[in-house]
């Protein structure tokens, strides 16, 4: 019987696939088709040049193996690469190879004597930090959990996370959500389960990165017009590390193409591991078929740390770094500082830091004097979420209430506090607390400044809200 390219290849195919990881070979051998035979060469085409260094990198063992087999040990490999310049819904690649170049689609041919070797391939997705082909995680490794001690406040959310590292992309908390306040740990619990995932399953690819980071990369692929060299870059990552995933927030290109890569993950049993300054149900510009599937997982929420979890954070940190405390002045810092885990260890950076240059004893007087400091520095870094969680409780109605449409009084009245004290309290702009106060314009905001001023110098009923909500929002 006569060797056809198609049959060579089909042969070679049962052959690697039995040699190889089954998400491997789904990934890297199903989009190859088979192109032309002629004496010992066999073409096969493959979607982008990324996709021909990655074989040549990892499979080209399997592939001399595969294809000595059926050709002897004359056999050569010719890979066509077609690429799109646009993007889309296109596919990567086609069945037809044009003879020349035709529009957008461009053809090009790389004969690959099959030999051993280990080429220095550049990544033509350059990401900074990342060299060539071999992915570095960016983890940090002192981020982990032996020292992301456990309280009530994030019990669930770091037995979620260990589950997680213990079986990526094997439980149902994929994607896994963490999200919480400024300074809660949602980083240090992200990079925790990547370090984890890293020391169990040396093999798998994990990747930490910021969404802010990966809009940047994007950008960047849409300019140089290799976007499909973006997508497939990501889709070979087994662990994929998004912090910060608000800030995706309005921006449609990037939350099309993470859409499409958070799919192909998903499906192909990878791990999607995400943190957000909020629940899903609070992010605002954000696809809603991007939510869904932030929901698919699960969402687990860091909160403040009570007082025990603080004095053990505390206590866990002097010993790590070797340093003596008394036990007054370590609950009193615990007392004092409730806002976030941030906080609490940088207050007594600065109580050793003042012991130690200026010669001084750690006294409970010193670690007033600090306490102080910080408490009057982070006072006034409330969110826009919180003012109005705030506003919410005290008027007795939820936050949706507070952004409806709705003209009634009292709820009118609630709106404008809430964008009173944003303004107050916040260094976001006038837009911007309209935006996430009921998707209002800046005159709005502007309005409802002027209207609180003039109601507390003539209502006693409403300067009493305003002198409440002062106090709860200064605590």
């Not at 051998?29 to 982008?48: C, G, H, M, R, Y």
């Not at 300074?183 to 040396?202: N, R």
């Not at 403040?304 to 940190?317: A, G, H, Q, W, Y």
């Not at 409806?404 to 009173?420: G, N, P, W, Y």
Request: aromatic share 10%.
């Amino acid at each position: 019987m006569t060797k056809t390219a198609e049959s060579v290849w089909s042969d070679c195919l049962s052959f690697i696939q039995d040699n190889i990881q089954p998400q491997a070979y789904k990934t890297w051998f199903e989009p190859i088709k088979a192109v032309k035979l002629t004496d010992n060469a066999l073409s096969i085409q493959v979607p982008s040049k990324f996709f021909y260094e990655w074989l040549e990198e990892h499979y080209v063992k399997v592939l001399k193996v595969a294809l000595t087999k059926e050709l002897g040990e004359n056999a050569r490999l010719v890979y066509i690469i077609k690429m799109e310049n646009t993007y889309g819904n296109k596919q990567p690649f086609t069945e037809k190879i044009p003879s020349s170049n035709r529009g957008n689609v461009k053809a090009q041919e790389v004969d690959v004597p099959l030999k051993n070797k280990s080429p220095e391939l550049k990544n033509p997705f350059v990401i900074p930090g990342i060299r060539n082909v071999k992915i570095e995680s960016q983890l940090n490794p002192s981020y982990n959990f032996e020292n992301f001690l456990e309280g009530d406040a994030n019990r669930l959310a770091r037995s979620a996370g260990l589950a997680v590292a213990n079986k990526p992309g094997g439980t149902s908390f994929n994607p896994l959500l963490i999200f919480g306040g400024v300074g809660l740990g949602k980083t240090h619990l992200a990079h925790a389960i990547g370090v984890e995932i890293k020391d169990k399953y040396p093999e798998k690819t994990v990747l930490y990165i910021s969404a802010e980071k990966f809009t940047q990369q994007y950008i960047e692929s849409v300019k140089k017009n290799n976007r499909n060299d973006f997508i497939h870059f990501y889709q070979i990552v087994d662990v994929l590390i998004i912090d910060d995933v608000q800030f995706l927030s309005g921006k449609t290109g990037t939350q099309d193409v993470f859409f499409h890569i958070f799919n192909h993950l998903h499906q192909n049993g990878k791990q999607v591991i995400l943190t957000s300054d909020k629940a899903p149900v609070d992010m605002q510009d954000i696809e809603q078929r991007l939510l869904s599937r932030f929901k698919w997982g699960l969402s687990a929420e860091l909160q403040k740390p009570d007082f025990e979890t603080r004095v053990s954070i505390l206590r866990n940190m002097l010993y790590r770094d070797g340093v003596e405390m008394p036990d007054d002045i370590v609950d009193y810092v615990a007392k004092n500082i409730k806002t976030n885990v941030r906080e609490l260890e940088g207050a007594i950076i600065s109580l050793i830091a003042q012991s130690s240059f200026n010669k001084k004893e750690v006294t409970l007087d010193l670690a007033k004097q600090i306490v102080e400091k910080f408490v009057k520095n982070t006072k006034r870094e409330v969110s826009i979420d919180y003012i109005q969680k705030v506003v919410s409780d005290y008027f007795q109605m939820d936050v949706a209430t507070l952004q409806s449409k709705t003209r009634k009084r009292h709820i009118v009245q609630a709106r404008q506090l809430a964008m009173f004290f944003a303004k107050k309290f916040t260094k976001a702009s006038l837009a911007s607390i309209g935006s996430q106060i009921g998707k209002r314009d800046h005159a709005t905001v502007l309005h409802a400044c002027k209207t609180v001023d003039n109601l507390t110098a003539t209502d006693k009923q409403f300067r009493k809200y305003v002198e409440d909500l002062s106090k709860k929002l200064s605590l």
